[in-house]
Nanobody
Framework: QVQLSESGGGLVQAGDSLRVSCAAS????????MGWFRQAPGKEREFVAA????????YYADSVKGRFSISKDNAKNTLYLQMNSLKPEDTAVYYC?????????????????????WGQGTQVTVSS
């Protein structure tokens, strides 16, 4: 059974940093492109960042570019999202998602319905 399990969320202050992780049971993990999405109360799930199967390509939403960094450790079957200079508007449930593909097209990586598997999410709350 495929599982994606996020961890590392929490309550932080504006300007702080936080790293969330996603442990994946998909195999082989190295064949999957991955994405991070987030959903705030009353809003639709939105794209945050994506990374190719080998970690060689990344893409970010404009709202997080320069502050967030996505990375993938294929040896540990784990996806990361390093979040710096956090803002109150970053408050949301953060989800990781997996797509088995060796191609990386930005126009598809940003779409919620493109992915094969989803985690349950981890709450990130940024106080002002």
């Amino acid at each position: 059974q495929v599982q994606l399990s996020e961890s590392g969320g929490g309550l932080v202050q504006a300007g702080d940093s936080l790293r969330v992780s996603c442990a994946a049971s998909v195999r082989p993990f190295s064949s999957y492109a991955m994405g991070w999405f987030r959903q705030a109360p009353g809003k639709e799930r939105e794209f945050v960042a994506a990374i190719s199967w080998d970690g060689g390509s990344t893409y970010y939403a404009d709202s997080v570019k320069g502050r967030f960094s996505i990375s993938k450790d294929n040896a540990k079957n784990t996806l990361y999202l390093q979040m710096n200079s956090l803002k109150p508007e970053d408050t949301a449930v953060y989800y990781c998602a997996a797509k088995r593909t060796l191609v990386f097209y930005r126009t598809t990586m940003i779409k919620v319905d493109y992915y094969d598997y989803w985690g349950q999410g981890t709450q990130v709350t940024v106080s002002s």
